[in-house]
């Protein structure tokens, strides 16, 4: 049996800018997510440089304006680390072939100008996959138990799971 039960996705867009959400139940947990849905509008995404919108090494706000949220109502398993029930901000430092995912505590703030590490929660690499279809406005949504993002020519997926 699936243990997604309930799942949405919603855009909201304001001039060139899309805020998305989806929420999901996984297990009996609510789970949502927030972002700002940037578009590639004919721009280099990823890569090593600073000509790049998101040069690998740097931190990124996982998205646009404000940073990237996600709120459980139950406590879960990312991957294998434990996140307590409540709401973090989602960082990523985007690498070639292994990305960081950073859930920190501070969850409504603009972009990473006051991102703190004192208040990472944990980081956990997550593998990009790369496709030839182009992806382009940003998308996270939840689907096989799984925190999945989608944008330029970049996939991944973060399990979750609630804790024992």
């Not at 959400?21 to 600073?50: C, N, Q, T, W």
């Not at 996140?83 to 292994?98: M, R, V």
Request: proline residues 4%.
């Amino acid at each position: 049996m699936k243990s997604i039960l309930h799942y949405r996705t919603f855009f909201r867009s304001f001039s060139t800018l899309s805020i998305g959400g989806a929420l999901m139940m996984v297990h009996g947990l609510d789970a949502y997510i927030e972002f700002s849905s940037p578009g590639v509008k004919s721009r280099e995404i990823f890569g090593a440089g600073e000509e790049f919108l998101v040069p690998f090494g740097k931190m990124w706000r996982t998205g646009a304006n404000d940073a990237t949220f996600l709120s459980f109502n139950g406590d879960v398993l990312i991957n294998t680390m434990e996140l307590d029930s409540g709401t973090y901000s989602l960082f990523t430092i985007p690498i070639q072939n292994e990305w960081m995912s950073v859930f920190n505590h501070e969850w409504n703030q603009c972009g990473s100008y006051d991102y703190k590490d004192s208040l990472d929660v944990f980081r956990i690499k997550v593998s990009p996959r790369y496709v030839d279809q182009s992806q382009e406005r940003m998308l996270f949504y939840f689907a096989d138990d799984s925190l999945k993002f989608r944008w330029d020519n970049v996939r991944w997926a973060l399990p979750i799971n609630p804790r024992p």
